[in-house]
T-cell receptor
Framework: AAGVIQSPRHLIKEKRETATLKCYPIPRHDTVYWYQQGPGQDPQFLISFYEKMQSDKGSIPDRFSAQQFSDYHSELNMSSLELGDSALYFC?????????????FGPGTRLTVT | QQQVKQSPQSLIVQKGGISIINCAYENTAFDYFPWYQQFPGKGPALLIAIRPDVSEKKEGRFTISFNKSAKQFSLHIMDSQPGDSATYFCAAIFQGAQKLVFGQGTRLTINP
């Protein structure tokens, strides 16, 4: 079965640079979620989109922005990167319009800020 | 403040034994309780989930027990295998919400 696709898988940036992470949800899923996971930590919810509209927001820094496009893929844009942004970033998707809470996670993007 | 509290932080079980991980929550507005399995460097994988109107759900070797009055739920892994060695997260979602709230995670090691 098709899974969530994330790119790139690894990304190395310097402080104050900008990064863009991409997410391709499972086909026919209408909702995407972004989570950040620090080393040894549980995933923390950043933001979600349902049918291309922001639907929920967590502890996402103002330096980060995201959107969902007409083909349902999503991008997370991170500017003015800080050392503390180094983490695993996961995208998940679900079929929200059928009241499904099941979220399926992608393999993640490992962001390293130097 | 951790809204979902998970224990133990780490667990070592012998092959063939039963692994038990516990979670507790305070907010009764939580409406869905999934468990995720995560291997190092990989994304969390949905294992099994339960709603509060059910006391137990079993899928293969994995069972969730849910105690609504105590606001606790647990994951039982029967006949634990070395391949089950991973970090396990319990989680919860508020009714009508989308944000998964995770527990702190349990690092499970199955000794052969």
């Amino acid at each position: 079965a098709a899974g969530v696709i994330q790119s790139p898988r690894h990304l190395i940036k310097e402080k104050r640079e900008t990064a863009t992470l991409k997410c391709y949800p499972i086909p026919r899923h209408d909702t995407v979620y972004w989570y950040q996971q620090g080393p040894g930590q549980d995933p923390q919810f950043l933001i979600s989109f349902y049918e291309k509209m922001q639907s929920d927001k967590g502890s996402i820094p103002d330096r980060f922005s995201a959107q969902q496009f007409s083909d349902y893929h999503s991008e997370l844009n991170m500017s003015s990167l800080e050392l503390g942004d180094s983490a695993l970033y996961f995208c998940a998707s679900s079929l929200w319009r059928f009241a499904s809470y099941e979220q399926y996670f992608g393999p993640g993007t490992r962001l390293t800020v130097t | 403040q951790q809204q979902v509290k998970q224990s133990p932080q780490s667990l070592i079980v012998q092959k063939g034994g039963i692994s038990i991980i516990n979670c507790a929550y305070e907010n009764t507005a939580f409406d869905y309780f999934p468990w995720y399995q995560q291997f190092p460097g990989k994304g969390p994988a949905l294992l099994i989930a339960i709603r509060p109107d059910v006391s137990e759900k079993k899928e293969g070797r994995f069972t969730i027990s849910f105690n609504k009055s105590a606001k606790q739920f647990s994951l039982h892994i029967m006949d634990s295998q070395p391949g089950d060695s991973a970090t396990y997260f319990c989680a919860a979602i508020f009714q009508g919400a989308q944000k998964l709230v995770f527990g702190q995670g349990t690092r499970l090691t199955i000794n052969p």
